[in-house]
């Protein structure tokens, strides 16, 4: 490849990498897409190209597209541990964990001092029903990373799973230490705790009728959100949520009551305020996951929402669809039904592309 060629592949390089941050993976993936068709005969272009392509898939949950160019990318470089760990993160989740542990071992032989393959390799394992061995691995990422919050709520999560309560409790309190603003840090302290609490009841043999009934009588809160469009404030949908429903359920409830059809990325800002990364819930990057803004672990409950309560939702990065989301009234019972559910409508919902409307 000649210095022009070169200094061209760079500047595209740049490119997508620029629209990846603000969200257009569209216009990202035609990039990557026409170095493809462009540099067919360098391959070290082309192996970045299809890496790029199967990380933006993966962000996107298109995991398909995702499993495909990352083999793609494999084919060029077998041996590559980090395409070996994103394809185990894309069997993750779809759940596949045999795949997943399959893709995990791979890259913890290849590096076995990177806490997060060991940390991928013992939840894939675990989750299959290998217990031992899965904590084992866990217990190996958290001695290279004591301080991670994510290798600690996972220990909590397998440990509660167990019914070991005693060690859960420690290590959610100290995910909750590290990292004392994580929401999901705190959310799986109370599940603990909860749970633990359930679980003393039930040992006494005299409390298990008790138990029972009160688990079944268990009060849990409806949330009504009365989301509008920001462009045109008239047209709103009032959904009804269960607050140990996750924030990802909301997100889905919206994304049929507008009447979509194609799914995008999205965020939650709770601030209120557009952009704010210190309140945003999301998708987010496997490159720089974070399971405490991970919109699929967090329940509804855990916001500590109030009525009157505002907050921001933006669907597609690319068309930047805003939503005015406030809640406008959290009720004690549960009436019977399905759950979320739009329990109101005003006005027609707009074409989710431009082209639906010409």
């Known amino acids: 490849m000649d210095v022009n060629s070169k200094a061209e592949l760079e500047t595209l390089r740049s490119e997508a990498i620029s629209y990846c941050k603000e969200g257009n993976f569209d216009k990202a993936i035609e990039i990557h897409k026409g170095i493809i068709a462009r540099y067919e005969d360098d391959a070290e272009a082309c192996e970045y190209a299809c890496a790029s392509l199967g990380d933006i898939y993966l962000t996107l949950r298109e ?15 077998p041996l590559s541990s980090y395409y070996h760990y994103l394809l185990g993160f894309t069997y993750s989740v779809s759940k596949q964990w045999d795949k997943a542990i399959v893709e995990f071992e791979f890259s913890v032989k290849q590096n076995p001092d990177e806490p997060e393959y060991l940390r991928g390799l013992g939840w894939a394992m675990w989750s299959a029903g290998n217990r031992t061995e899965g904590s084992e691995y866990l217990l190996q990422a958290l001695a290279l990373a004591p301080d991670n919050a994510n290798i600690l709520t996972d220990l909590a999560t397998a440990r509660l799973g167990e019914h070991n309560f005693s060690p859960a409790l420690e290590y959610a309190q100290r995910a909750v230490k590290v990292a004392p603003d994580s929401a999901l840090a705190q959310e799986v302290l109370a599940h603990v705790l909860d749970f633990q609490r359930q679980f003393e ?19 849990l809160r409806i949330y009504q959100f009365k989301v509008s469009l920001q462009e045109t404030p008239d047209v709103w949908r009032i959904i009804e949520i269960k607050g140990n429903q996750m924030l990802s359920s909301l997100h889905k409830a919206i994304f049929n009551a507008f009447d979509r059809f194609d799914e995008h990325l999205y965020s939650f800002f709770m601030s209120n305020k557009p952009f704010d990364k210190e309140s945003e819930y999301n998708l987010p990057d496997p490159d720089d996951y974070r399971w405490e803004t991970d919109a699929t672990r967090i329940r509804i409950s855990t916001l500590h929402l109030k009525s009157g309560q505002k907050f921001l939702y933006l669907f597609d990065y690319g068309d930047s669809w805003w939503h005015q989301v406030e809640v406008i009234n959290i009720i004690e019972e549960v009436p019977e039904g399905t759950y ?18 010409e």
């Open 201 to 219: 009841h039930l040992a006494s043999p005299s409390m298990k009728a008790k138990a029972r009934r009160m688990s079944n009588q268990k009060v």
């Open 340 to 357: 979320p559910r739009v329990v109101k409508r005003n006005g027609k919902s707009p074409p989710q592309y431009l082209q639906e409307a």
């Open 63 to 77: 995991l398909d597209l995702a499993e495909d160019y990352l083999r793609q990318a494999m084919g060029y470089n």
